[in-house]
């Protein structure tokens, strides 16, 4: 551990050394770097579909659709948008101020530090990258030990891409992010849970460190007695399906209209049901493992408590530790006190609670943690405004899931308990940057009428200053 100490020591040294040089490179040397990220990224692809195979059992259609295009979409938006972003604007200045000229000038935070997670293995750690780098900081990344060769995947396309005193990757477990937590990085930027998120945020504040927390929760779902129900179906199945529900902003509970809830039911069995067949035989093979023993045994045990206390299944149900498999599960009559339903799930259970009044399901999200995101299925417009402003969550999502996590024009974050702060797109450029205010002034400033001592002349002018400003 002393020689691995050594090490981080020296890579950090070595990074705030270079801080200032990558601070000020131009939009067209930042671009560079990013194309040539990308470049070696595509080229390397079928090395990250055999680690995220490797680790969590992901088909490769899977794996490119959340992962590998994820990257690719970021990485092309930043590289086309950079110059935009890096301009220094002019803004305007008050009247008590008219004397001077105003500018707002994006600059780096400086040396960060990347802890990413296990559930998307190479795009969470890429996509926060690609913002850093475009803000035009140095990082070092600390993936998850739970996904290893995803972990030596990143490492040797970042050693393909950066000098280690621009971008470094350090692998092994959590002793390293322990250690690194302790270096007074500049800002820390954390996806996982929010029990982490925490201590995370604590180590943050002994430096006064900027932190951007993407955490998780229970991410509601509402379906209402409009809803197109063949839609909420198949989009509530798959997006429960994918990463075997190992998703931040996954459908975690269902609030549905109870005049809708068997309709419902048929329609994720269905679908569900479908998902596990190919040519007409029954297959696992487009279905992600859980990630290990302990977080199958976690859900494992969700599972068994909520039926130990009257919830039903309804579909699915079927588990096999060997194998880490966890079958979609349907769950009805589930009660408020499991584990299920006050518990981040991270896993295939889908519990269903039926709701008769709009205003009774606002009631039931309102009194838990403000969620990573929320989700509506609804025909009727005055029921998505309604839902959209008496509640609070990272996202809102109406007539879909999980989607706007592909789009780089809007932030993704969440708020409170479910994270702190933004990125994606220019939003992850400016959660790397700080924007520093720059003002110029002139010799003509009228203060110079007002300095001390304060005549009458003075107070009167004062006076006269506060009625026109």
């Known amino acids: 551990m002393h020689e691995e ?27 560079k770097k990013l194309k040539v990220l990308l470049k070696t990224f595509i080229e390397m692809e079928n090395e990250a579909l055999s680690a995220l195979y490797k680790d969590m059992k992901k088909s490769t259609a899977e794996a490119t659709i959340t992962e590998i295009v994820g990257v690719k979409t970021e990485a092309s938006f930043a590289i086309k948008n950079l110059r935009k972003w890096m301009k220094t604007k002019r803004v305007g200045a008050t009247l008590a101020v008219s004397f001077t000229k105003n500018w707002i000038k994006p600059q780096p935070k400086g040396t960060v530090l990347i802890i990413s997670p296990w559930n998307y293995p190479i795009m969470l750690v890429l996509n926060p990258l690609i913002a850093a780098v475009a803000a035009g900081n140095t990082a070092i990344i600390k993936p998850s030990e739970f996904t290893p060769a995803s972990g030596r995947f990143i490492k040797r396309l970042v050693e393909k891409v950066f000098p280690e005193n621009e971008v470094a990757v350090v692998l092994g477990d959590h002793e390293p992010a322990i250690e690194l937590l302790k270096k007074p990085f500049n800002h820390i930027f954390f996806t996982g849970s929010p029990k982490i998120g925490k201590a995370v945020m604590g180590a943050a504040a002994k430096h006064l460190a900027g932190v951007t927390l993407e955490l998780g929760g229970k991410s ?86 909520a039926v130990a206390g009257g919830a039903k299944i309804v579909f699915g149900g079927n588990t ?94 969440g708020i409170n308990n479910s994270g702190v702060g933004s990125y994606h797109g220019k939003f992850g450029f400016d959660e790397f940057s700080h924007h520093k205010a720059v003002l110029k002034s002139t010799s003509l400033s009228p203060f110079k009428l007002m300095i001390p001592p304060y005549t009458p002349f003075v107070e009167r002018l004062v006076r006269l200053i506060k009625k026109v400003v």
């Open 220 to 305: 509601p779902v509402v379906v209402d007695e409009t809803a197109n129900m063949s839609d909420a179906a198949w989009k509530l199945a798959f997006y429960k399906f994918t990463n075997a529900g190992q998703t931040c902003t996954a459908p975690d509970y269902i609030l549905c209209h109870k005049s809708k809830q068997d309709q419902l039911v048929a329609g994720l069995q269905e679908n569900f049901g479908r998902f596990f067949e190919k040519e007409g035989i029954k297959t696992r093979e487009d279905y992600c493992q859980i990630i290990n023993h302990v977080h199958f045994d976690r859900v494992k045990s969700y599972l068994d408590s």
């Open 320 to 413: 096999d530790r060997d194998s880490r498999f966890i079958e979609p599960t349907v769950l009805c009559n589930v009660s408020l006190e499991s584990e299920v339903m006050k518990e981040e799930i991270f896993g295939p259970l889908l519990p269903i609670v039926p709701y008769e009044k709009l205003d009774d399901a606002i009631g039931f999200i309102n009194e838990r943690h403000r969620p990573l995101a929320l989700y509506l299925f609804s025909s009727s417009r005055k029921n998505q405004n309604k839902l959209s402003s008496e509640t609070f969550s990272g996202s809102f999502l109406v007539n879909d899931c999980v989607i706007n996590h592909a789009n780089p024009h809007i932030p993704f974050g």
């Open 5 to 31: 100490k050594q090490n981080l020591d020296s890579i950090f040294r070595k990074q705030t050394k270079n801080r200032v040089s990558v601070a000020n490179t131009t939009h067209r040397e930042r671009k």
